[in-house]
């Protein structure tokens, strides 16, 4: 009954998508009166209607992370072109990091916000199908018209939840691919090979290991994620072996490769779990990382202060040129070097456009503005600009041969935090951009030789755990509490350790979740036609 | 005029219901009649709201047929919330349980008014807390009609259509308690008078300054907590964006689930065990230390080791994690090295869940000694040196001294502090255990309290609201059963020693 | 006080000052470990742990935080602040309420006293309690909503109630009534004057409380200008976590500069020293050893 339900609710969820592709949404709007056939992809603009913008309007954008010094300065610059265009204000607002996530969730039921950022990371799948954004189909094109050819309709499928709109992307194409951050320095010192696979970088660790016995390794502890996926950081190693769709698997121990999306398989039951376990045991015991990593207050400045000589989990390239650009400011020998999973075992994708969105909350009182103001912050170069690096000649300057260079620590660049509005046609290129350049053209062409082109096939799934919520969080649990231990290398019997943790985590439901959780997933793949 | 004579007949009322033995027997057992037949009529068997237009109300809520097949179209109060469930007209949901709020603190008083009357307790001021029990009974009872017919415009204006409507029963409940309110209200007048005992309105009048100095906390605790407390209610709920806080899905006790399905025995024993040793050593640590610091001489030294004991306070627990970390880390920690020197084993702590039931204790008790202390020096400073000096001539040595005077003295604030921790005791220490613990799974078993854990099952989901709540009040009942039956205890042999 | 004291006494007193110091210095010990810590070299700490002496004498910890010492001195500000109006105001509320509760007089006493001390264990949670401020109230990014929802607390009045109890015992008030005194001649002339252990603990508290506190800024402050000096640094440690948190899907390139080790110990500092400096002024109620109203016996 229930199972016939769902697929119900799909094939309605699946006609909707259809029906917005095919007619361009011919639904009803909210504005009543208005007669546009707003169109998504073809050519004819619909005409402005005479939008009233004589009542002020002043907005809060809240985003997240600290505020820069500078903030007001900025704002009120901005205001004063807002002014004048669209007659708003916008006050930016921020979540700083102090509990951001419970804050995020307080703010969206609080509704004191208009604009807000959203991201992948940041549930943005969970929020909007539980209706805390507003659905932007109808209201795009009569009041951001703009933002429609700026932004990729491919870009705005993706933002799609259930077929519903709910998030304007930022056009910045971007490859935060998982790697292995290692110190290419060292590596050249002891003629080690590249640890571009598990056996290489064991290579390279006990090479290390062999000429400075006092070097610490790695600094590795429970990972915070509560991704239900992993529970241990070092055990991202073993994302060299897999051409998994997502990186490090799917959730509750179940994985699909890359080119076989749709056929899920189960990873914690089989012979290479427990190989792998061993591998982390026999790490572990080789010293690797402390026996107390568990509770390792986790350093995140290890790396760059040579407490470690590589970093395995929660890495991306953008992570590599900050080091690189530390090492050169502070130990100039160093050198930082990157290796994606993705070069080894094939599976390249960019970012997903859920990455840095843009929404407007449910209770948003003047939605029309807001997206009037957004339309100027990501289309509008100037106030683009403006918002992205600050003050020209105060905050920054554009070097001759265009690069961006900053005047004053008081506003970084991109230091209101809207990675959201990064506009692909103005964004300044820094100096360390060169790099990341480089490595992002390498990893598009890794990724063009991909079953789906740059595609980031698990990147719009969001998954549903309503119905079985309690369970999941029991696995979770079990999860921190058995799993960690074994991929930490800390049990004496992984075999036991394994068979145990799983019989705790059926207890505690796993199969629940596991059904779920591949329903849902197989319907997903059936909508996008990944097979 | 014809109020004079009103005011004759009342008098007259009072006067033959007043007497004793008579008027006062007659209207108590009218009384008590009247509440066994509100009893009757408030049982679940008696449907007081009929589901009406029914049609135009599935429409509205957009039921499918499926649903509507098995919805009642009579409720008791008891059971209108498997209907607000069963139709997802979540709006209703928090009057809903309003009234079933009532409707229990309705039945209860009805129960122990007429238990009560049978059997008749020895009190000093006669039948006045019989009356106040009959009273409360009779007021509950009026505000749960008043609450009905209330709630049957708030359906109507909330789902958009007129949909219940409410049986005679309701009212005749109204009736009869009002009527029994007015017949006690009059036979308490006199009564009140043999017992010099006085009502709302005369303390009002008498100490009309002191309700006025509340004022502030009044307004205080209202902000800050009773109205906030309404979101209890979100605890049955499965909150989603669309519908907003009062209007998600009532979803029963399904909340509640994530803890059950946790280990919870292991949960409970773990966090009661380490709050009583905390509270237990924690207080008698304090004690002991202000006595010491007490009996110093030197007023430098004094301040100087107050001062000192004070600081750890001060260090946040983040940083206690780091420096903690440093210490007993495995390979390069401050103990290890020390042990390695001196010839002897290394200690893998954070592998060993044995070792931190003591750990734990050790830095609660380093971190809160200077806090928990400060309360005692007061105290006994404020305790006068005559009695020190009398004590001195009577031959007393300091161990007498401390034993016969400052003890005693200090006892009602040790007793009053640890009552108050005892509410808390299913709320822990969650900074101290997160941030010294943290993700490490290893040692959940001994260090695994009752905040960690509801604190992890949430950060698995975004939209949580239910299960913190849930896990709030479990705690909150737990704390709240425990304290009323210390609290009773301790009423009993001095009252000087209760809470409240 | 020149009598002989009998070598018992002096036998304890020697004991107590033995544990005295030994508490001490055990608690002292860590605080000693972070302020060396904060003069130390970072890559010092980094590479060879915390010393008891700084190892390797830096001062680039306290130039890092005071780099830009308009931000910090802002929060000791706000701080301050929040702590003299907040205590102030707290400390009046309670001592009136504790004052009320306290007296036999009083008909409603436990019933108020109950009332107090169930919303200490029964409350909806943090989304009812921040929606009142934020939504119902407004007062999202105002001062008032970072220090009145601090004014008071059960536990606060129910320990300032033992206090009056004990030092103004009923039959004081009772007789001042019958000389034709009011209950506010009596809370202002009998009651506060006697009252010094009890408003010096009360008010430390509530000025502790201020102090030490970061959560309401994290919750309520919408402008850095109003934030408390324990959010400002709590924030910069909150930072590191955060950012590891997310990285791992998000393309963030730059964010605040992380601390190092030594800025954390110097921030420890920073956010303590004050309050140490302050502590002897309210000590001496707590240590003097006379009675500062005589009115017992």
């Known amino acids: 009954m229930k199972s016939i339900r769902k697929i119900l609710s799909l094939l309605i969820a699946i006609c909707m998508v259809l029906s917005l592709a095919a007619c361009g949404g011919n639904k009803p709007t909210s504005q009543g009166n208005d007669t546009t ?46 002014l004048e265009r669209v007659n708003a204000t916008v006050d930016f607002q921020f979540s700083t990091w102090t509990d951001w996530a419970q804050k995020y969730s307080l703010e969206l039921t609080a509704g004191t916000a208009d604009l807000i950022y959203v991201a992948n990371w940041n549930n943005y799948g969970t929020f909007a199908n539980s209706g805390a954004f507003l659905p932007l189909d109808d209201l ?75 070097q610490g390794l790695l600094t590795v502890t429970a990972a915070e994620s509560s991704g239900l996926i992993t529970a241990f950081d070092a055990f991202m190693i073993v994302n060299f072996k897999y051409p998994w769709v997502n990186i490090n698997g799917l959730p509750y121990g179940l994985a699909a490769n890359y080119d076989t999306p749709s056929e899920v398989y189960d990873y914690w039951y089989s012979e290479d779990f427990i190989e792998d376990c061993k591998l982390m045991k026999k790490w572990a015991d080789l010293g690797f990382w402390s026996k107390s990593a568990l509770s390792d207050p986790n350093n995140d400045t290890a790396f760059i202060n040579g407490l470690c000589v590589a970093e395995i989990a929660g890495q991306n390239p953008n992570k590599h040129i900050a080091a690189v650009n530390d090492f050169e400011k502070n130990h100039p020998e160093w050198k930082s070097a990157y290796i994606a999973y993705g070069e080894t075992n094939g599976v390249i994708y960019p ?139 800390f049990v004496d019997d992984v075999e036991a350790a394994v068979a145990d943790f799983l019989r705790r985590a059926e207890d505690a439901g796993l199969k629940a979740c596991r059904d779920g959780f591949i329903e849902q997933y197989k319907a997903y793949c059936e909508e996008y036609g990944y097979k | ?219 205080y605790f209202m902000i800050n907590a009773y109205l906030p407390m309404l979101g209890v209610y979100f605890a049955f709920t499965s909150f989603n964006f669309r519908d907003g806080l009062w209007a998600s899905p009532y ?54 080791t107050q001062t000192l004991i004070f600081m750890p306070y001060f260090v946040s627990y983040v940083i206690l994690k780091v420096l903690v970390y440093n210490l007993f880390e495995y390979k390069s920690g401050v103990i290890n090295t020390m042990l390695v020197a001196s010839g002897l084993e290394r200690i893998d702590f954070y592998n060993t869940p044995y070792y931190w039931p003591f750990l734990i204790t050790i830095f609660y008790l380093w971190k809160n000694l200077g806090y928990g202390m400060v309360v005692y020096l007061a105290a006994i400073t404020g305790i006068s040196d005559e009695y020190f000096e009398a004590a001195k001539i009577d ?23 640890l009552l108050y921790a005892l509410g808390s005791i299913m709320k822990g220490q969650f900074e101290l255990f997160y941030q010294l613990i943290g993700n490490n799974g290893v040692l959940y078993n001994a260090t695994d309290i009752f905040d960690t854990y509801v604190y992890r099952i949430t950060t698995t989901q975004p939209l949580n609201i239910g299960i913190g709540t849930a896990a709030g009040l479990y705690q909150a009942v737990f704390g709240f059963v425990l304290i009323m039956v210390t609290n009773a205890i301790v009423k009993k042999s001095n009252p000087n020693y209760a809470l409240f | 006080m020149l009598r002989r004291e009998p070598a018992s006494t002096l036998v304890f007193r020697l004991i107590s000052g033995f544990f005295a110091l030994t508490g001490a210095i055990v608690c002292v010990f860590p605080f000693i470990v972070i302020i060396s810590g904060s003069f130390t070299d970072n890559m010092t700490i980094l590479h060879k742990g915390y010393s008891i002496l700084p190892r390797d004498f830096s001062l680039e910890a306290y130039k890092t935080i005071f780099k830009a010492p308009q931000d910090i001195l802002q929060a000791y500000l706000m701080t301050t602040y929040y702590t003299v109006v907040g205590t102030a105001i707290g400390l009046f509320t309670t001592t009136l309420c504790a004052y009320v509760i306290s007296r036999n007089e009083f008909k409603y006493r436990n019933n108020v006293s109950f009332l107090i001390y169930f919303t200490s264990i029964f409350g909806g949670g943090i989304i009812p309690w921040y929606l009142m401020y934020a939504s119902v109230l407004n007062l999202k990014g105002s001062t008032l909503a970072i220090w009145f929802p601090a004014l008071t607390s059960p536990f606060l009045i129910i320990l300032m109630r033992t206090f009056i109890k004990d030092a103004v015992p009923d039959a004081i008030t009772e007789s001042a009534k019958i000389d034709g005194a009011g209950h506010v001649t009596i809370f202002f002339k009998i009651v506060l004057p006697v009252l010094g252990p009890g408003l010096a603990t009360v008010g430390l508290f509530l000025a502790l409380g201020y102090w030490n506190d970061w959560y309401r800024s994290s919750m309520f402050s919408t402008s850095s200008k109003t934030w408390e000096l324990q ?15 997310m990285a791992q899907n998000s393309g963030l390139s730059h964010i605040t500069e992380l601390p190092t080790e030594s800025v954390k110990m110097a921030m420890a500092v920073v956010a303590t020293g004050p309050v140490l400096l302050f502590y002897p002024f309210v000590q001496r109620y707590f240590v003097s050893g006379i009675t500062i109203g005589a009115v017992k016996g």
């Not at chain 1, 077929?163 to 971007?174: H, M, Q, R």
């Not at chain 1, 449910?362 to 600050?390: F, S």
């Not at chain 1, 265009?402 to 230091?415: I, T, W």
């Not at chain 2, 209907?83 to 309003?98: C, E, N």
């Open chain 2, 1 to 219: 005029m014809k109020k004079d004579t009103f005011r004759m007949h009342l008098s007259r009322c009072a006067a033959i219901l007043g007497k004793e033995h008579y008027g006062k027997n007659l209207t108590v057992w009218l009384t008590m009649f009247f509440s066994i037949i509100s009893i009757l009529l408030s049982l679940p068997y008696s449907k007081w709201i009929s589901v009406i237009n029914t049609d135009a109300l599935y429409k509205k809520l957009k039921l499918k047929a499926s649903v509507i097949e098995t919805l009642d179209t009579k409720y008791s109060l008891f059971n209108i919330l498997t209907f607000v469930k069963d139709t997802k007209a979540g709006s209703i949901g928090l009057y809903s349980m309003l009234l079933l709020f009532v409707m229990i603190a309705t039945l209860y008083f009805l129960c122990l008014y007429i238990f009560r009357v049978f059997v008749k307790k020895k009190n000093t001021n006669g039948n006045l807390n019989l009356y106040l029990v009959g009273k409360s009974a009779s007021f509950f009872g009026m505000l749960l009609t008043l609450g009905l017919s209330g709630y049957i415009s708030f359906s109507a204006s909330k789902l958009g259509v007129k949909c219940f409507a409410l049986s005679p029963m309701a009212y005749i409940v109204g009736i009869l308690s009002f009527i029994s309110y007015v017949l006690i209200k009059i036979v308490e007048v006199e009564e009140r008078k043999k017992y010099k005992e006085h009502g709302f309105f005369q303390e009002f009048k008498k100490n009309w300054v002191l309700f006025l100095m509340l004022i502030p906390t009044f307004i």
């Open chain 1, 351 to 489: 970012a997903a456009a859920t990455q840095n969105a843009t929404a407007i909350t449910a209770q948003c009182k003047n939605p029309e503005r807001a997206l009037m103001v957004l339309e100027l912050l990501l289309a509008d170069e100037e106030i683009n600009r403006l918002v992205q690096c600050g003050i020209e000649g105060v905050h920054y300057e554009i070097t001759p041969d265009g690069y961006y260079k900053n005047l004053s620590e008081d506003f970084m660049y991109e230091n209101l935090n809207t990675w959201n509005l990064r506009n692909n046609d103005f964004k300044l290129p820094q100096l360390s951009d060169a790099i990341l350049n480089d490595m992002f053209k390498r990893y598009e062409e890794l990724g063009n030789k991909t079953k789906w082109p740059n595609i980031n096939v698990y990147g719009n799934f969001t998954e549903d755990y309503s119905a079985y919520a309690v369970e999941r969080g029991a696995v979770s649990d079990v999860m921190r509490q058995y799993l960690a231990p074994i991929q930490a290398g």
């Open chain 3, 231 to 245: 959010f400002y640094l709590y924030n910069l440690l909150n930072a590191q976590t955060a950012i590891k948190q």
């Open chain 2, 251 to 304: 979803i029963g006790f399904k909340n509640f689930e994530h803890l059950f399905r946790a280990d919870l025995y292991r949960l409970t024993k773990n966090t009661i065990l380490y709050n009583l040793v905390f509270i237990l050593v924690g207080n008698v640590a304090q004690v002991a230390f202000a006595i010491f610091i007490s009996q110093l001489v030197s007023r430098w030294f004094k301040r100087t």
């Open chain 1, 37 to 82: 056939t707003p169109g998504t992809n073809d050519t004819t603009t619909p005409d402005k209607p005479a939008i009233d913008t004589s009542k002020r309007v002043d907005l809060v954008f809240y985003v997240m992370g600290d505020p820069p010094k500078d903030e007001q300065a900025v704002e009120d610059a901005l205001n004063k072109i807002l």
């Open chain 1, 140 to 214: 795009l094109p009569v009041y951001a018209p703009k933002l429609l050819e700026v932004v990729d309709e491919g870009l705005y499928n993706q933002c799609r939840v259930n077929g519903v709109l709910y998030a304007v992307p930022a056009t910045w194409p971007e490859y935060t691919v998982s790697g292995v951050k290692y110190r290419e320095d060292l590596r050249e010192k002891y003629n080690l090979p590249v640890p571009n696979s598990i056996e290489n970088f064991e290579k390279y660790l006990l090479g290390i290991k062999e000429h400075e016995p006092n």
């Open chain 2, 395 to 417: 031959g007393a040595n300091i161990f007498q001294q401390i034993r016969y005077i400052t003890l005693p003295l200090i006892k009602p604030t040790f007793i009053i502090l």
